[in-house]
């Protein structure tokens, strides 16, 4: 296996998830989303708060948590067209006798499987980069904000993104590209919502209860990074505005702390074991 031999694969497979009908879809809803977006942040200059209008300043702090569920409706966005890219991408080329075709050549399996991997990661990479600049340019026209870590919060996204594609090429060996897709974005909902159910476990003081977002996302890291992100994007006064460390814990849209660089390697180690096990289960199927 050469990386000439990857990054080629990795090209073909940019190319076909650009002809395919998901980017088209993915780039409608993203244009949606970032519509309503503009429409909402314009708003906020207008709003009244017993009886006065905010002021500038609390309109970007209003802007900072805003921002954060926005940027979790891009994220779900990228999760589903990855999610579903992934699967047909590997599982539908061997369900149709495309991938038999292609091993016909002098061509490792893992070869194959990394190139697909490979251009996948830069395909969700590249909507997470487009959609979250376009949607910071939108909110810095409208209220005046920009996020203070910008680059931290899309790259942290990407990783995200690049999490579930691979957890989807590894459920493609195995199940039919639909139900590789499905799995993957309910493995993706449930984590949050176990993140969710943790932050109230925190809020109440109930550490049992806490348990159940650190297991989540240990075993499956996309709400780890997603609270990441959250923390790159929001004001840092956001926190001391908050009402203390309860709100902090049970509010979806508020991150108390930066990732930990032990959660990163864990994130890294995580795609290698998942992507190792997928070339594994790749080269024992049967074609």
Excluded: C
């Amino acid at each position: 296996m050469t990386a000439r031999t990857v990054l080629t694969l990795a090209a073909l497979t940019l190319r076909e998830a650009a002809r395919r009908r998901v980017l088209r879809s993915l780039g409608l809803l993203m244009v949606v989303l970032l519509g309503l977006s503009a429409w909402g942040f314009s708003s906020l200059l207008h709003m009244e708060f017993d009886g006065a209008t905010l002021t500038t300043g609390e309109a970007r702090l209003v802007a900072s948590q805003v921002i954060n569920l926005v940027m979790f409706g891009l994220s779900l966005i990228a999760a589903l067209g990855t999610a579903f890219l992934a699967g047909p991408t590997l599982a539908g080329e061997m369900e149709s006798g495309i991938a038999l075709a292609v091993l016909a050549r002098p061509v490792r399996r893992s070869a194959v499987l990394l190139g697909k991997w490979l251009g996948l990661v830069i395909f969700g990479a590249g909507f997470v980069v487009v959609a979250g600049l376009a949607q910071f340019v939108i909110v810095w026209v409208t209220v005046g904000y920009w996020p203070p870590q910008p680059v931290t919060g899309l790259a942290l996204l990407a990783a995200q993104t690049a999490v579930l594609l691979t957890l989807g090429l590894l459920l493609s060996t195995a199940i039919s590209p639909m139900a590789s897709g499905i799995v993957a974005v309910g493995l993706f909902g449930a984590t949050w919502i176990a993140g969710v159910v943790g932050g109230v476990g925190l809020a109440l003081g109930n550490e049992s209860v806490a348990q159940v977002g650190t297991v989540s996302r240990m075993l499956l890291p996309t709400d780890g990074l997603w609270r990441g992100a959250m923390h790159a994007f929001q004001d840092p006064l956001a926190l001391a505005q908050a009402g203390g460390p309860a709100l902090q814990g049970g509010f979806p849209f508020l991150s108390v702390a930066p990732l930990a660089p032990a959660y990163l390697a864990w994130t890294a180690l995580w795609v290698a074991l998942v992507l190792g096990l997928a070339v594994l289960a790749f080269r024992r199927r049967d074609l």
